[in-house]
C-alpha cells in the first residue's frame, strides 16, 4: 500500500462558493458508502464495462466517494481523495462533461496524482447537479487503459448522472424538510420555555433562586452552556451563575463563572453590553473573543474545554428604566449549530423577564431586610440569670415582607422571681407589629412588681384589652418562675388560646404541659383563667413557641404538634440554643412567623 504523494491542487474558485458548499452539505453525505449511490456506481462498472465507478462530490478541500466500485487501495477503504487526485473538479470548474479517451495526452489533468496513483487514463464524467444546477460533482467512468468512449456509452452515463443528480435532489429536498421541522419543533419549544420561564421566574422572589431557575431553563434547550451575570449598585458584575449541559463540565463551568465575576476587562462583551444596554451575537466566534475579554489565561482554557464555537449576550433590564442589571450569556459548541438572529430574539425577551423577576426580586430583598430589622427591633433582650438559663428564637415566614405579630418576653421581678411570656397577634401587617408592641408593653406594665399568680395577670391582661378597646384577636402564655428551696424552678403558668408548652426533662423525656387551653385574648367578653404549676428539675427544658412551628396548610395543628414532640424527642438530651437551633432548621419553607423561648433549670 502506498501513501499518496503530495502536489498542491488547481486553485479553481468555484469549489469555494458557500452556496454550492452549503448545498453539498445539505446532501447529507460524506466519506462513506452510500447504498443507493454504491448502485449507481455498479450500473456505470456494468453497463460502461469499466473497473471503475465512481459518485464523485467536490468540496473545497477534497473529493468524496458515497458511490464507489473498483477502486485501489488505500483509496477504497478511505473513500476518498485531497484534490491533487481529482479530475472531477475540473467538472465542476466548466460545468459540463469531461470526456478524455487518454488522461495522459490531456494538459490539464496530465500531471495530475490520480494518473499514476488511482491508474486513471481514460475519464468520462457527467455532472451532478442540485435543483438550480450548481455542480456538486461528477458521475465518472474510469479505464488504466486509452479508450474510445462511444456515443451510446456515453448518452447512459448522462441518463444514469441525471438520475444519480435526481437521488442528490430528493437528499437535498429531504434535509431541508427536517431542517424546517426542526426549525418549527424550535419555535414551538421557545414559545413553551417563555411561558414556562415566566411562571417559573414568577414563583420565587428570591433573586438568586430566580437566577438559577433561569440558567437551567435556558441549557441544554437554547444553548450547550450559559452565564448569568448580575451587577451591584455601581454596575460592576459581583454574581455569575453558570451552567453547563453536560454534568461532567460542572467544575469547569463554575470556574468561568467565578473568574468572569472578577477578571473581565472593559472590553469583554459583557461589560459592553452592561455599558451600552444593546446585545451581542457572534454566530461564528473562537477562543480570540475569550482572550480580548481578559488576561486571565485560565478562562481560555476553560472555554475550550466547555466549548466556545458561537454565542449571544444580551441585557436583563431593570423594570422601567431599562438600565442593565446583569446579562444573560448563551454559547454553543462546535457541534451544535450557530446562533442566528432567531435565538437573539429569544434571548432578548428572556433577559426582560429575567429582568422583571431580578427587579421584583431585589425590591423584595429590599423590603424583607427592613421587615426583619423592624422585627428584630421590637424584640427583647433577655435577662441573665443564676438559676434559669433562657434562650430565644425569631424565624420570618418564607417569601415574605410583612412584620409578623408573634413576640416573646422576660424580665425580672423586684422579688427576683421571673416572668416569661410568649404570644402571636393575629395578622401580618404593621397594625399587627403595633398591637404585638402593645401588648407586650400591656403585659409588663400589668406583672411587674406584682406578686399576683398568673391566672389573675391574665385576667387582668384581658380586661385591660377590652377596657382599652384594643382591636385585636392574640394568644398567649404567661409563666412565672421561682426557684424552688429543694432544688430545680416552679413554673406557674396560665393558656390563653396557645399551643402547649413543651417539657424535655433531662433523661430525655419529652410531654406536652397538661392543662385546658383556654379560650384567646381579646374576646368581647372576658373569661375565667386557670393557673397551672410545674416543677422543672435542674437540666429540665421547658419550650415555649408560636404556632409556625406546628401548623401547616396541610395538616391539622394536632398532627404538627405530634411531629414536634417526635423531633424533640429523637433529638435527645442537648443545649438549649442548640436544640432551638434545630427546630427551626429545616428545608421545609415556613408558612408563618415561628417565636420560641426555651427556659432551662440549672
Known sequence: MTEPSARPAVDIAALADPVRLRSLADTGLDAAPDEAFDRFARLVSDLLDVPVALVSLVS????FFPGAVGLPEPWAGRRQTPLSHSFCQHVVDTEIPMVLPDARLHPRVRDNLAVPELGVVAYAGIPLTDLDGRVLGSLCAIDSKPRAWSPAQLRTLADLAAACSSELRLRIALDGAEVARRRVEEAHDRLNLLAALSETLSGTLDVETAVGRLADAVVPLLADWALVTLVDRAGTPRRVTAVHRDPARAADVARFGELAATRLGPESITRTVLRTGQPVLRSAADLADVRRASTEPELVALA??????SHLTVPVPAPGQGTPMGVVTLINGPG????????LGTAREIGRRAGQAVGNGWIYGEQRHVAEV????????????????LVARYQPAADRVEVGGDWYDAFVQPDGDLVAAIGDVAGHDIEAAATMGQLRNLVRGN???????????????????SGLRIPTAATAVLARLRPDPAGGVTVTWCNAGHPAPLLVTANGTVGFL???REPLLGLARPVPRTGREVLLAPGDTLLLYTDGLVERRDQPIDEGMAELRDRVAAAGVRPAAELCDLLLGTEQRREDDVALLAVRAR
Open 336 to 343: 451544535r449549530r450557530a446562533f442566528d438572529d432567531t435565538d
Open 447 to 465: 406583672a411587674y412588681g406584682r406578686d399576683d399568680p398568673v391566672d389573675e395577670l391574665m385576667a387582668r391582661l384581658d380586661a385591660t384589652i
Open 514 to 516: 397538661d392543662g385546658r
Open 60 to 63: 473545497e478541500t477534497r473529493q
Open 374 to 389: 423592624l422585627q428584630h427591633s421590637m424584640l427583647p433582650r433577655l435577662p441573665a440569670s443564676r438559676w434559669v438559663e
Open 304 to 309: 475550550g474545554r466547555l466549548g466556545f464555537a
